[in-house]
Structures are given as C-alpha cells and as structure tokens.
C-alpha cells in the first residue's frame, strides 16, 4: 500500500502552497523545522509518499547533507537556480521548476505552467491542479534541463538587471533591451559552462519572454537579487569566464553602496 504521509522542510509560503494541494488529496503532512529531528522523524515515517524540500537555494545544500538515507530516494526540489549538480549523488529526485508566487496575505499567482519530471512528478502534478496551479510533466532529464535553464535566465537576468533599472519586467524589456540582452547572453554562457551543454539564445530569449508576457508587471527586484548578483559573479569566476556587463552592475552597486 503506498504510504499517505509527505514530509515537508520549510515551511514558508511555497511550501504552504504545495501542503494545501497534498491535504486535499488525503495525505498527510509532517513539517520539519529547524528544531526537527529528522532522523528521529525517520524513524517513524520511514517511507513517505514524498519529502518535499521547500527551503531557499541558499539552504539546500545544508539539507540535503542533513537527509536521513531512508529519504534519499523520495525528495522533491523546486528551489530556484537548480542544476542537476544540485543533486548529484542522489538517486533520481523528482525536480520541478516553478512559476507561481504566493506572498503573505495575497493568493499563488501563476506566470505560466510549471514543468516536473520525476519518479513522483503525477503526484505534484495532483496536489497542485487541486489549488489550481498549471503544471506540465516533462518527459526525459533533457527536457528538465532546458526548463531550468529557462527559470534560471528570467530569474538571473530580471534580478541583476533590476538592481540597475528596477521596476517591471515589461518595462525592463521594453525601456532596457540592449542592457537585458547582454546579461541575458552572459548568464547564458554562464549556464553552459556550469552545465557542459549548449544552448541556442534565440530559443531561449523568446522562452524568457514568455515569462515576461506571463505576468509583466512582475517586480524585477526582490530581497534576494544582490545575493544573486554575487552568486553569479563567484561561479564566473570560478569558469573563468567574462562577463563585462555584469560587473559593471555589480561595480554600480558597489559605488552606490
């Protein structure tokens, strides 16, 4: 018999979303805290449905070196700026790319249908069409790959940007393009050094901007853009690779600063 039981760690907005969808499918949900003892929780529940890890990029790798073995085959990733160097070493996680936001006091907004693939990507697929959140399963780690990708340029090149121009995705396009483009085709680059695969810019520019049409008035800048300002310019350096633009945002923060 399957089990009914999902464990979830971090217990933030996007984790409230996902843990709405699995109650109303029947299962139940046992939230892990800092002050939660996962390996004594394994003990109990040895065998979840699925252990959701819904904590931000920064704190990911801290998990997952906390994950009792027992868990290891059962996880789920959806943090931004995921690359399957994320998870290498663990066996086969199910993996998705999300694109909605829930903030304090508002409901998920939804930019367009978020892609999953996975051994439990049916599952998430369920918990959120029952809170009314698009996904679309993925049919091979290829594909998962690209749709990383994607999120990881709208995400990079919207928030390093913004740091510069600010305001909406729409009008960062539109009052900004030269400038959006060149750091889009530097985290590009970026994304194929750390990855070792190439991608096509004019396949993967109209991709972002399908996110741009999805929601445009979409703030550019939020509280984590400066640490991924940062971020990128540590793993350029770390592939010896150049990119102009980007530090010369960063050195126009670094002199407002």
């Not at 680059?189 to 190439?198: F, K, N, V």
Request: hydrophobic share 45%; net charge negative.
């Amino acid at each position: 018999m399957q089990s009914r039981e999902i464990v979830l760690i971090g217990i933030g907005e996007i984790g409230g979303v996902f843990a709405r969808g699995f109650l109303r499918l029947g299962y139940s949900i046992h939230p892990v805290t800092r002050d939660t003892d996962m390996r004594a929780l394994a003990r109990r529940i040895e065998t979840p449905a699925l252990v959701l890890i819904a904590v931000g990029e920064s704190s990911l790798q801290t998990v997952l070196a906390d994950i009792p073995p027992a868990w290891k085959r059962r996880l789920c990733l959806l943090q931004n700026e995921l690359l399957p160097a994320d998870w290498r070493g663990l066996p086969d996680p199910t993996v998705i790319s999300i694109w909605f936001e829930k903030k304090p006091g508002m409901d998920s907004r939804v930019i367009m249908p978020s892609p999953v693939f996975g051994p439990q990507a049916t599952l998430v697929q369920q918990a959120l069409t029952n809170v009314d959140i698009p996904t679309q399963i993925l049919e091979d780690e290829q594909h998962l790959l690209r749709e990383l990708v994607v999120k990881n340029l709208y995400i990079l090149t919207t928030n390093i940007v913004g740091l510069e121009c600010g305001d909406t995705v729409e009008a960062l396009w539109q009052n900004h393009q030269p400038l959006a483009h060149e750091v889009a085709c530097e985290v590009l680059r970026l994304q194929e050094a750390m990855t070792g695969e190439h991608f096509d810019i004019d396949t993967m520019i109209p991709r972002m901007f399908d996110a741009f049409n999805g929601d445009p008035a979409h703030k550019c800048v939020g509280r984590s853009a400066m640490a991924r300002l940062e971020r990128t310019l540590e793993q350029a350096a770390r592939h010896d690779l150049a990119i102009p633009a980007i530090h010369r945002i960063a050195a126009q923060m670094s002199s407002i600063a």
